[in-house]
């Protein structure tokens, strides 16, 4: 199947690229469009994902449109009707775009509590898909007693990230913070590999943020790596704990994160995810 879309997340891309099919990032687009190029800093480029130009999409032919973020608008792009996906990655409710429900489109939520967040429309197929990643980890080792969260605009997005309850949990320990856009407080991972290098070096990861398990947590897990999960102020005590437990003890992180990686394989294995996402495709082709 050939599949257009505009890339807005390049590691959820590289799961989705799992499927087996041949995606299509338009790229190049009018200025006032939400796009990226692939991000090979990210993920290593699969070899079905293509790169096409916005000038080119007039004389291509495709099966299914994916759009991934507001503003990426079907009726720009001046193209024949075609079966539609929307990706809604974050609880952000209404964002759906209106005409989406005149094209009998299918909008895939990544979460359940995503999902919840969004009213539904009539002549919308909705359905939750959980993220899935691929068990391509090395062993988690835990030499490094120290605690780990990757986030992007941890700051920028604190209403979402809860950046502020993150250093209340972690003050005074040992952490470092992986992700782009945080200045002062971290620089990104220069490859998968690096990044797949923290998760199996660093002692236990620390969520806090509204969504969970985003992919971060996914892949700590799906390494061995324990995670600490804080939903609110009442719980820091405890997580401090718990934290300081691991910090003190890799023999007892390492029993913990091997529960946490038999929960991964069991709820977001890969194979589940493309299984999903090809029911999802067939439908609407």
């Known amino acids: 199947m050939k599949v257009l879309l505009i890339n807005a997340h390049t590691p959820y891309l590289y799961s989705l690229a799992q499927t087996g099919h041949d995606f299509f990032c338009a790229e190049d687009l009018p200025e006032d469009m939400v796009w990226e190029a692939w991000d090979d800093q990210a993920r290593p480029r699969p070899s079905n994902i293509h790169s096409i130009a916005f000038s080119d999409l007039a004389t291509a032919s ?30 952000q409710p209404n964002l759906v775009p209106h005409y989406l429900t005149d094209k009998g489109a299918v909008v895939v939520f990544n979460s359940a ?7 539904s429309r009539d002549g919308v197929t909705y359905r939750t898909i959980e993220v899935g990643v691929p068990d391509d980890f090395s062993p988690y080792q835990g030499e490094e007693a120290r605690i780990l969260t990757v986030v992007n605009k941890f700051k920028e997005r604190d209403l979402y990230t809860r950046f502020s309850l993150w250093q209340r949990v972690s003050m005074g320990l040992p952490r470092k913070v ?5 200045p002062g407080i971290s620089e990104r991972s220069p490859s998968w590999d690096s990044l797949r290098g923290e998760y199996c ?6 969520s806090v943020g509204v969504a969970f398990p985003g992919l971060s947590e996914v892949e700590a897990a799906m390494s061995g790596m324990p995670l600490v999960r804080v939903k609110g102020a009442g719980e820091l005590v405890q997580a401090r704990g718990v934290l300081k437990d691991y910090l003190e003890d890799k023999e007892v992180a390492k029993t ?16 589940r995810f493309c299984s999903e996402w090809n029911e999802v ?3 609407v082709k």
């Open 201 to 206: 070096r660093n002692r236990v990861y620390l």
């Open 62 to 91: 495709f099966d299914v449109l994916i759009l991934q973020a507001p503003g990426q608008w079907f009726e720009r792009w001046r193209l024949p009707p075609l079966p539609t996906i929307y990706i809604e990655h974050n609880a």
């Open 281 to 283: 495709l067939n439908s």
């Open 178 to 182: 992986v992700g782009f856009g945080n």
């Open 256 to 271: 913990d994160g091997q529960k946490w990686r038999e929960w991964a394989l069991e709820h977001y294995n890969i194979e």
């Open 113 to 119: 509590r995503t999902a919840s967040s969004f009213a």
